[in-house]
């Protein structure tokens, strides 16, 4: 995965998981995403997951996982998800 389709995956990601995360962890998300730091948003989106439990699909897991691969950053959240389905 190259940069210009890490930047593209994970832009798509605090509006998909907005409704299941706090205000406060919104705006740290977004803030990173209008910052261009990708690989920073994947990896604060993915431990907030962790720690709220909010309900992910398998397919989000999925694609988590392998954006936090993509970014040289440890995968060991995935395993805290709350996966459905």
Not at 15 to 27: E, Q, S, V, W, Y
Not at 28 to 54: F, H, K, N, R, S
Request: aromatic share 4%; charged share 30%; proline share 7%.
């Amino acid at each position: 995965m190259d940069e210009y389709e890490i930047a593209q995956r994970a832009s798509s990601l605090p509006g998909r998981f907005a409704d299941r995360l706090p205000a406060n962890t919104r705006k740290i998300i977004g803030l990173m995403d209008e910052g261009g730091e990708y690989g920073e948003l994947v990896t604060e989106l993915t431990d907030a997951l962790a720690e709220y439990q909010p309900p992910v699909t398998v397919a989000e897991r999925d694609e988590l996982l392998a954006l936090l691969k993509a970014v040289d950053a440890p995968t060991d959240p995935i395993e805290e998800l709350n996966v459905q389905g």
